[in-house]
């Protein structure tokens, strides 16, 4: 028991440091595309919340929240980055619910059915939808004539550029966490057999 306990301390520590890293250092965990950033950080918070558990999920998300916002100040990255992400709003919250919900799904597949591989794909699949989907709204809802002037677009036509984003960065970022989260998931919870209990 304590053994599992100070080897979950151990697993956690690291996402946590990965996510810092990856909050940082361009290309490690988001792709500037000068529009809006294609986002890969959300895949730690997957694995996190999969080989962990949706608290330790919450947790990593709010590290990668607290990193956005500190990049959002330091070292901008896009247009709209210094008005929106210094938002903790918008830059934590959604990141928080990606772990919680991630982890949720997965303990529901991992209690209810023996299809682990097919949960920690839903999981992922739903979790970085989560971001997107929450990211967007909250930004649509809490900054649309500043998103309006920064993308020199119409307020109306908002909604469709927030659609294309969607498209182009949303359903990216989710085949993305669907391949890769449940890889890493599994290949950290083989070896390591006691987290899976």
């Given at each position: 028991?304590q053994?599992?306990?100070?080897?979950?301390?151990?697993?956690?520590?690291?996402?946590?440091?990965?996510?810092?890293?990856?909050?940082?250092?361009?290309?490690?965990?988001?792709?500037?595309?000068?529009?809006?950033?294609?986002?890969?950080?959300?895949?730690?918070?997957?694995?996190?919340a999969?080989?962990?558990?949706?608290?330790?999920?919450?947790?990593?998300?709010?590290?990668?929240?607290?990193?956005?916002?500190?990049?959002?100040?330091?070292?901008?990255?896009?247009?709209?980055?210094?008005?929106?992400?210094?938002?903790?709003?918008?830059?934590?919250?959604?990141?928080?619910?990606?772990?919680?919900?991630?982890?949720?799904?997965y303990?529901?597949?991992?209690?209810?059915?023996?299809?682990?591989?097919?949960?920690?794909?839903?999981?992922?699949?739903?979790?970085?939808?989560t971001?997107?989907?929450?990211?967007?709204?909250?930004?649509?809802?809490?900054?649309?004539?500043?998103?309006?002037?920064?993308?020199?677009?119409?307020?109306?036509?908002?909604?469709?550029?927030?659609?294309?984003?969607?498209?182009?960065?949303?359903?990216?970022?989710?085949?993305?966490?669907?391949?890769?989260?449940?890889?890493i998931?599994?290949?950290?919870?083989k070896?390591?057999?006691?987290?899976?209990?």
């Amino acid at each position: 028991m304590q053994r599992r306990k100070a080897y979950r301390t151990a697993i956690l520590g690291i996402l946590i440091a990965i996510i810092f890293v990856q909050s940082m250092v361009p290309f490690l965990g988001y792709i500037p595309t000068g529009f809006i950033n294609i986002t890969i950080i959300h895949i730690t918070v997957i694995v996190a919340a999969i080989v962990l558990g949706p608290k330790d999920g919450a947790i990593v998300g709010l590290v990668w929240g607290i990193g956005t916002i500190i990049r959002a100040f330091t070292s901008p990255t896009s247009i709209i980055d210094t008005t929106v992400f210094t938002n903790p709003i918008v830059a934590i919250l959604p990141r928080i619910a990606v772990g919680l919900i991630a982890g949720w799904i997965y303990l529901w597949f991992k209690k209810n059915t023996s299809k682990k591989v097919l949960g920690m794909a839903i999981a992922s699949g739903i979790g970085s939808l989560t971001n997107t989907i929450l990211v967007l709204g909250l930004m649509r809802f809490m900054y649309a004539s500043a998103m309006a002037q920064a993308y020199a677009t119409q307020t109306d036509l908002l909604n469709k550029l927030l659609l294309v984003i969607v498209g182009t960065n949303g359903v990216p970022e989710m085949i993305a966490a669907i391949i890769i989260a449940p890889a890493i998931s599994t290949a950290i919870l083989k070896t390591n057999r006691f987290l899976d209990n």
